[in-house]
């Protein structure tokens, strides 16, 4: 899939593909919703806001409030790239989030998915 692909789909499209992720492995909607908040500055409401005004993927990360700068120490693989090695960065962003939903599906605790 091309990148404006991706960044033209509706964020109320991949979140629930996110949460069912981390329920399949016996983690929650609200632990999702945390690992957004921290990576974009979103609060909770805002994320319920970008699924009813269908606001696409890219934009949603485009404007995010307050990207977390400690999300440049997330490293590892996903989709087959490593995440820190993706040049443009709407899908190193994008990429991250996916990264840290992976931990979390994992088992990881929440401390280390945060880079605390």
Same mark, same amino acid.
């Given at each position: 899939?091309?990148?404006?692909?991706?960044?033209?789909?509706?964020?109320?499209?991949?979140?629930?593909?996110?949460?069912?992720?981390?329920?399949?492995?016996?983690?929650? /909607?609200?632990?999702?919703? $945390? *690992?957004?908040?921290?990576?974009?500055?979103?609060?909770?409401?805002?994320?319920?806001? @970008?699924? #009813?005004?269908?606001? =696409?993927?890219?934009?949603?990360?485009?404007?995010? =409030? $307050?990207?977390? =700068?400690?999300? $440049?120490?997330?490293?590892?693989?996903?989709?087959?790239?490593?995440? #820190?090695?993706?040049? #443009?960065? =709407?899908?190193?962003? *994008?990429?991250?989030?996916?990264?840290?939903?992976?931990?979390?599906?994992?088992?990881? @605790?929440? $401390?280390?998915?945060?880079? /605390?």
């Amino acid at each position: 899939m091309k990148y404006e692909q991706v960044y033209a789909m509706s964020f109320a499209r991949v979140y629930p593909l996110l949460v069912s992720k981390a329920e399949k492995k016996g983690r929650t /909607r609200q632990e999702v919703d $945390e *690992i957004i908040c921290w990576l974009t500055g979103y609060g909770r409401e805002d994320i319920q806001s @970008a699924m #009813e005004r269908q606001v =696409p993927y890219g934009d949603f990360f485009k404007n995010a =409030p $307050e990207l977390n =700068p400690n999300r $440049e120490l997330i490293r590892g693989v996903i989709c087959g790239v490593r995440v #820190e090695e993706i040049a #443009e960065s =709407p899908m190193r962003e *994008i990429r991250y989030l996916d990264k840290l939903v992976d931990e979390l599906a994992r088992g990881k @605790a929440m $401390e280390k998915i945060l880079r /605390r």
